[in-house]
C-alpha cells in the first residue's frame, strides 16, 4: 500500500508571461485516492497535463518518476501504454459513435487493422458492467446525460488497462445521485489496486474518499495532507488553498447604488434542441444602477443560459417574459438590438466566443461598435486608434501597440481586451460571465478593480461566477440559481458560502413531489 | 525590436507574392524574346485576365468571410448566353442585356448565398449544385449553339479603348496624363498614411525605403502606361477593372462592412456575438459574387464576340487559385484584394507566357497546380512560423 506509484519532482511550466508551475512536488502512493485541490488557475490541469504528456517531455523542466523509473512521455499515447489515463473535465466523446466505437476509439480491437466488431462489443459490455453502465455497447453517446457520458470515459480508461487514473472535475456537472455512484466507483477501484488522482473543488467528496490531499496554490504545492492519519476538515482544506488574507483578494468597495435599471420578469426559456424542457423556468432579477449583481450556482443550473438568452436570444427558444431597462419594455429579437439596447455580454469562453483571436487590439475593440469609430460606412481610422489607446491606458491591457494580434496576449489582457470592446459599446447593463476564469491572481485582481470602477459610474453589473468565494468578494447582492430558477436572493451583508450552498442543495420540488 | 521584425516578416507576406510576379515576367520576358512587354501583348494580357480579376474581387471576400463558390465559371457562361440571346434571338438594345445580365447575376449569387447563410448548406454543396445548374442551363438556353455577334457599342465593352482627346500622332497620350494622375494620387496617398501612421506613433519604414518603393511603383505605372499608349491606348475594361479594385480595396480596408467579413471569417461566432449579423453579411459576399460573375461572363461574351455553351469552363479554378495565390486563408479571416489581383496576374502572366512559348495546354494546366501548391505551401509555413 505504502509503495510510490507517482512522483513529480520540482516541475516548473511556464507560459509565455505567467509561470503556472513553481517547482511543484507531488506523489502518489499505490492503490490510494490522492486529491489535488486548489483554486481556479492554481495549476492543478497544467500539473496533470504534464503528467500525461499532453505538454511533452522539454516543454517542462523537473522529474517524473512513474513505478520506480524516471519517464519522459512524448505525448498522451506514450503515458497511456505505462497506465497513466487522464479523463478531462470537457469529454472527449464522440458524439454520434456508438458507446463501443467511443470506448475502444484508437485502441481499436482489430487484426492487420479489421475490426473485430464481436470482440469489441463483448469486452465492452463487460468494461460496463464493471462501470455499473447498463446500456447496450451500441447505444449512440448523443443519447446519453452526462453522468452517463463520464462512465464511458471511465470505461475507456479501463479499457486501457489504467494503474492510475486521473479525473479533472469529473463531478462538475453531475448530479447527487450520478456523483455518489461515481465516487463509490473509485473506491472499488481502489480495492482493486487501481490509483486514482481526484481534482476537485467540491470539498464534502474529498474528505469522503481521498487518502491524501495536496494542495496547490498560485502554481506551487503548499501542502500534503494525509487523510489516513488525521482527520481533514473541508475547513483546514480551504485554509491551505487560500492561505492569503481573504481582504486582499477584492478591492475595497464603496457601493453607490442607485435607481432599478434592468427587470427580468418571469423569463422563461426552452431548449433550442429538446422540445419542451424549459431551461429557464420562470426566472425574475433586477439589477439597480451602479450596483454589483451575482449570479451563483453550479455548472449546468442555467445561469449562461439566462445571460445568452437575455443578450439578443442568442440562447433558447420560445422565450417568454419581458425585460425592462428605465421601466421600459425592452426589444431583445436580435444581438444588435441588444447592443443598441444597452446590453452588454462578456462571455465566458472568450478564445472561442469573445475574440477574432487573429485580429489585433484594435480591431477586436471597436466590433461591437463599429458606429462609434465611423460614419455608419467608412472607418475613421485615426480616430479608432485614438479611441483604443484610451481603453489600453484605463484599464492597462498589455500589448506592444493596439495593432498586436490579440492572439499573443495573455489570458488576463485578452479579458481586457473583451472588457474593452463592451465599455466602448457603451451599455447600461454590463453581464460578465466568468470574467476571471483562467486569469492569474494579479490579473484577477485588476478585473475586479475595473468591475468596480465601473459600477461606481453607473453602470449597472451583472455577474456569473462559479468561484463562491469571487460572488461572495465583489457583489453587492447575489442570486442563487439552480436547474433554471433562481432559489434564493441574498444581500453580501448576510451571504455565505454555506447559505449559498444550502441554497443550491435544497431539494427540488419537483424531485419530491416524483418521489412522493 | 518585436515589432519590427513583426512587421518585416508580414511585409514579406505581402510583397513575397509581388516579387514573384516580378520574377516570372522578368523570366518569360527573356525567354519570349521580349514579346511578353510588347505592347500588343501586355494590352491583350489585359483583356485576358480582366474578367478573372473582376470574380478574384467578389471571391476574395467570399473566401475572407470563410466560404467558397465553385460556380462563378457557370454563373458567367450562363449571363454571357442570357445577354446573347437577348440580344441576338429577342433583337433587345444591348444596355438593357448588360442591366438585365447585371440583375440576373446578382440574384443568382443571392439565391446561393440564401441557401448557405440561411439554410446552412455548405457553401461548397450549395455552389457545386449551381456549378451543375447553370451550366446545364446555359447548353439549354444556347441550345447547345454558339450564339453571335453582337451589336459593335456591346462589344466595346471588351475590345473598346478610351477616346484619345489629345490626337498626338503615335502616342495615345489621353493614356500617359491619366497615368501621371494616377501616379500623382497615389504617392499623395501613401505620404498621408505615413504622416498618419507617424502621427499616432507606429512603426514606419525608413524614408529611403519609402522613397524606393513609391520611384518603383511609379516606374512601374509609367512604363506599363507608355507601352499601352504606344499601341491603342487604355483599353475601356481595364478601366473598369482598375475602378473596382479601388471600390473592394476601399471597401475591405476603410470601411464597417469589410471591417466585418473579416471579422465574421476570423471568428463567425464572436462577431455574431458583437452584433455583426453573419448571415446577412454572408448573403451579401456571395449576391455580389454573384454581380461580379455576370459582369466577368458579359466582358468575356464581348470580348469573343459569341456566347458559347463551354464558355467560362474552368474559370472558377483560376479565380480561387488567384485567391489564395494572393495570401489569402482557406479558413477565412484573412487575405486582401491587391493580394488577389497580384494572384490572378501570376496566372495570368504564366498562361500568356507559355502559350507564346508553346508550351501546350497539358503542361501549363499542371505547371499552373504547382505554382499554387507552392506559394499556398510557402504562406502556411510563413504563417507556422509566425
Known sequence: MSDTILEMRDITKEFPGVKALDNVNFSVKAGEIHALVGENGAGKSTLMKVLSGVYPTGAYTGDIIYKGEEVHFRDITDSEKLGIVIIHQELALIPLLSIAENVFLGNEEARNGVIDWNATTSCTRELLQKVGLHESPETLITSLGVGKQQLVE??????????????????????????????????????????????????????????????????????????????????????????????????????????????????????????????????????????????????????????????????????????????????????????????????????????????????????????????????????????????????????????????????????????????????????????????????????????????????????????????????????????????????????????????????????????? | MKTILDGLRQNMRRYGMLIALIAIMIFFQIVTDGTLMRPVNITNLVLQNSYIIIMALGMLLVIVAGQIDLSVGSVAAFIGALAAVMMVNLDLHWTLALLGGLAAGALIGAAQGYFVAYQGIPSFIATLAGMLIFRGLTLVML????????????????????????????????????????????????????????????????????????????????????????????????????????????????????????ALGGNAKAAKLSGVNTERLTFYTFANLGLLAALAGLIFAARLNVASPKAGTGFELDVIAAVFIGGASATGGVGTVLGAVIGALVMGVMNNGMSIVGVGIDWQQAIKGFVLLLAVFFDVRNRNKA
Open chain 2, 143 to 262: 441550345q447547345g449553339q454558339s450564339v453571335g455577334p453582337f451589336p459593335p457599342a456591346f462589344q466595346k465593352l471588351s475590345s473598346g479603348f478610351i477616346p484619345d482627346i489629345f490626337g498626338y500622332e503615335g502616342l495615345h497620350l489621353t493614356t500617359i496624363v491619366l497615368g501621371a494622375i494616377f501616379s500623382v494620387l497615389l504617392v499623395y496617398m501613401d505620404l498621408r498614411s505615413r504622416r498618419n501612421r507617424i502621427k499616432y506613433g507606429f512603426d514606419v519604414s525608413s524614408i529611403q525605403l519609402f522613397i524606393i518603393k513609391n520611384l518603383a511603383v511609379v516606374a512601374a505605372i509609367m512604363y506599363i502606361c507608355f507601352l499601352m499608349a504606344s499601341y491603342k491606348g487604355l483599353p475601356n475594361v481595364l478601366i473598369i477593372v482598375f475602378l473596382l479594385i479601388l471600390v473592394y480595396t476601399f471597401v475591405t480596408t476603410q470601411t464597417v462592412v469589410g471591417r466585418r467579413i473579416y
Open chain 1, 154 to 516: 471511465i470505461a475507456k480508461a479501463l479499457s486501457k488497462d489504467v494503474e492510475l487514473l486521473i479525473l479533472d472535475e469529473p463531478t462538475a456537472s453531475l448530479n447527487e445521485t450520478d456523483t455518489e455512484a461515481l465516487l463509490d466507483l473509485l473506491l472499488q477501484f481502489k480495492a482493486q489496486g487501481i490509483s486514482s488522482i481526484l481534482i476537485s473543488h467540491k470539498l464534502n467528496e474529498v474528505t469522503q474518499v481521498a487518502d491524501a490531499i495536496t494542495i496547490l496554490r498560485d502554481g506551487a504545492t503548499i501542502e500534503t495532507l494525509d487523510c489516513r492519519r488525521d482527520e481533514i476538515t473541508e475547513s483546514r482544506i480551504i485554509q491551505g488553498m487560500v492561505g492569503r488574507d481573504l481582504t486582499h483578494r477584492f478591492p475595497e468597495r464603496d457601493a453607490d447604488i442607485g435607481e432599478v435599471v434592468f427587470q427580468l420578469k418571469d423569463w422563461t426559456v426552452y431548449h433550442p434542441v429538446h422540445e419542451g424542457r424549459k431551461v429557464i423556468d420562470n426566472v425574475n432579477l433586477t439589477v439597480r444602477q451602479g450596483e454589483v449583481v451575482g449570479i451563483s450556482g453550479l455548472m449546468g443550473s442555467g445561469r449562461t443560459e439566462l445571460a445568452m438568452s437575455v443578450f439578443g436570444r442568442s440562447y433558447g427558444r420560445h422565450i417568454t417574459g419581458t425585460a425592462l431597462m428605465h421601466g421600459e419594455p425592452l426589444d431583445l429579437s436580435t444581438i444588435p438590438k441588444a447592443i443598441s439596447n444597452g446590453i452588454a455580454y462578456v462571455t465566458e469562453d472568450r478564445k472561442n466566443l469573445g475574440l477574432v483571436l487573429m485580429q489585433d487590439v484594435k480591431n477586436n475593440i471597436t466590433l461591437a461598435n463599429l458606429n462609434g469609430v465611423s460614419n455608419g460606412m467608412v472607418i475613421n481610422e485615426p480616430r479608432e486608434v485614438v479611441l483604443t489607446n484610451a481603453y489600453r491606458d484605463k484599464l492597462n491591457i498589455k500589448c506592444s501597440s493596439v495593432l498586436q494580434q490579440t492572439l499573443n496576449l495573455s489570458g488576463g489582457n485578452q479579458q481586457k481586451v473583451v472588457l474593452s470592446k463592451w465599455l466602448f459599446s457603451e451599455p447600461d447593463l454590463l453581464i460578465l460571465d466568468e470574467p476571471t476564469r483562467g486569469i492569474d491572481v494579479g490579473a484577477k485582481y485588476e478585473i475586479y478593480s475595473i468591475i468596480n470602477q465601473l459600477a461606481a459610474e453607473g453602470k449597472s453589473i451583472l455577474i456569473i461566477s462559479s468561484e463562491l468565494p469571487e460572488i461572495l468578494g465583489i457583489s453587492d447582492r447575489i442570486y442563487v440559481m439552480n436547474e433554471g430558477r433562481i432559489v434564493g436572493e441574498m444581500q453580501q451583508a448576510n451571504a455565505s458560502q454555506e447559505k449559498i450552498m444550502a441554497c443550491i442543495m435544497q431539494q427540488d420540488p419537483r424531485k419530491e413531489v416524483a418521489e412522493a
